[in-house]
């Protein structure tokens, strides 16, 4: 079966601020990545701050560049997809930005920043659009009224099912979500993650989740990917994953986690940096693949 997305070798490289007296180099944020994800599934990304997570997101939907390797969307090339192409393939890819707060225009009224899709898209008449935007409106739990105000009149849980609603307006197959619910009170953070889970159901969304919270991820995710140093160190299911990590930085990854039991204490798994290699990854059983 081919895969919904399928990601190969990619690498993304930035320059790097030259020094003083030198010339700038450059820094690998992205190094020989490749993964697939199966229409339907929700596939996990973790990692530490900075280890290539959102960069890999960011390229898939070339809102960054890459700077080599291959990503097929269905049958579409999209790397080497014009400027034209690309714009018409974003009907299909979109994205759940981190930060509710900066990502919607805090000039624009809600029900603008929803529209603007289908405006950039010449999809329906201004009537038309403005009835699927109250339709948007209520499939992401707001009151259409609200449309009409500003985002500062929202609060971040109701900011980021504004960001939902907008990436959901053209009726996308795949999304990718970048740390949705990280910058939300953590009393909120359980609705938008059941709101991503049942918009997934309705209407048949493929995830690419990026989180670095662990426990989430256990939830939510079919299969995941443990990156380090722009490099995938680890991939299985979520169930494997969690049960029998196999990487040593998996493994201590996973030992950081909170416990929810009182009292009850996990040993923390030291890792040392400097014995990490830049392995491929091989499959160490069905389904199980591992830096080792």
Known sequence: MTPLLDVRH?????????????????????????????????FGLVGESGSGKTTTGRCVLRLVEPTSGEIRFKDLDVRALSARELRRARRQLQIVFQDPYSALNPRMR???????????????????????????FTLVGLDPEDARKLPREFSGGQRQRIGLARAIALNPSFVVCDEPVSALDVSVQAQVVNLLLDLQ???????????????LVRQVCTRVAVMYRGRLVEIATAERLF??????YTKALLSAM????????????????????PLPLREIESGHYAAL
């Open 110 to 136: 809600a029900g603008d920043i929803v529209e603007e899709p289908l405006i950039i898209h010449r999809m329906g008449s201004r009537d038309e659009r403005r009835t699927r935007v109250a339709e948007l």
């Open 201 to 215: 159901q309705r209407l048949g969304l493929t995830y690419l989740f990026i989180a670095h919270d662990l426990r």
């Open 258 to 277: 909170p416990t929810l039991q009182p009292g009850q204490k996990l040993e923390r798994i030291p890792y040392d940096a400097s014995t990490f290699q």
């Open 243 to 248: 049960s029998g990590p196999a990487h040593p």
């Open 10 to 42: 990619l690498v993304k490289d930035f320059p790097a601020s030259a020094g003083l007296f030198g010339r700038g180099g450059t820094v690998r944020a992205v190094d020989d990545v490749s993964f697939a994800i199966e229409a339907g599934e929700t």
